[in-house]
């Protein structure tokens, strides 16, 4: 069966698809706006693990009400929830048997609850996978050194797939750049490259 891992290029959506790949036949999606480039960051991420990949693109408009969220709060949190659910929709109403991302245990945010997963399961007949969510941050760290090459560093820095890195532009053009820093707190990235 297909699956289709909403895919960041980062460790926990990598780790997410080799998780269900005894089991599955994982395509790694990058989701898109199309507000900045996240294609190339993610096929690189994919071929360096040697999956598929694809890519589904967004409501801009989704982002547009993400992005005032985030102004309005003054953090990041409930935008990018937003911006998941959507994409999490999006995938699930592709060409795959089963939707899976790599949203972990400890994660506030992205998160897809129960009654969200039953009702994407319902409404898309797929089925909602997150093959982390009984991993804490310690598990993953670990898990990535052992089987995958990746590099981290401040998210201004790492090209990534991710849905942060239009949300950066879009604030950065909307609202100026001190904007952006004003949301998004410093915090640390991973991209992989490769596998061990």
């Known amino acids: 069966m297909r699956c289709g891992v909403l895919y960041s290029g980062g460790k926990d959506s990598t780790l997410a698809a080799l998780v269900l790949e005894p089991f599955y036949e994982p395509t790694l999606v990058t989701a898109t706006f199309g507000i900045a480039d996240v294609v190339a960051p993610g096929r690189r991420a994919a071929a360096g693990v040697d999956l598929p990949f694809e890519t589904i693109e967004l409501d801009p408009a989704v982002a547009a009400r993400a992005a005032e969220r985030m102004v309005e709060d003054g953090y990041p949190r409930n935008g990018i929830q937003q911006v998941h659910e959507h994409a999490v929709e999006t995938?699930?109403?592709?060409?795959?048997?089963?939707?899976?991302?790599?949203?972990?245990?400890?994660?506030?945010?992205?998160?897809?609850?129960?009654?969200?997963?039953?009702?994407?399961e319902d409404r898309f007949g797929v089925d909602y996978l997150a093959p982390l969510a009984g991993f804490?941050?310690?598990?993953?760290?670990?898990?990535?050194?052992?089987?995958?090459?990746?590099?981290?560093?401040?998210?201004?820095?790492?090209?990534?797939?991710?849905?942060?890195?239009?949300?950066?532009?879009?604030?950065?053009?909307?609202?100026?750049?001190?904007?952006?820093?004003?949301?998004?707190?410093?915090?640390?990235?991973?991209?992989?490259?490769?596998?061990?």
Do not use: C, M, N, W
């Open 91 to 120: 995938i699930a109403d592709g060409d795959f048997s089963a939707v899976a991302d790599g949203t972990r245990r400890d994660d506030r945010v992205p998160t897809v609850d129960r009654s969200l997963a039953q009702s994407v």
């Open 136 to 196: 804490g941050r310690a598990a993953i760290d670990d898990l990535a050194d052992r089987r995958l090459r990746v590099e981290t560093g401040p998210s201004e820095t790492i090209a990534k797939a991710d849905y942060e890195t239009e949300l950066r532009a879009l604030l950065r053009d909307e609202y100026g750049p001190e904007t952006v820093a004003d949301v998004f707190p410093e915090h640390t990235q991973s991209r992989v490259v490769g596998r061990r």
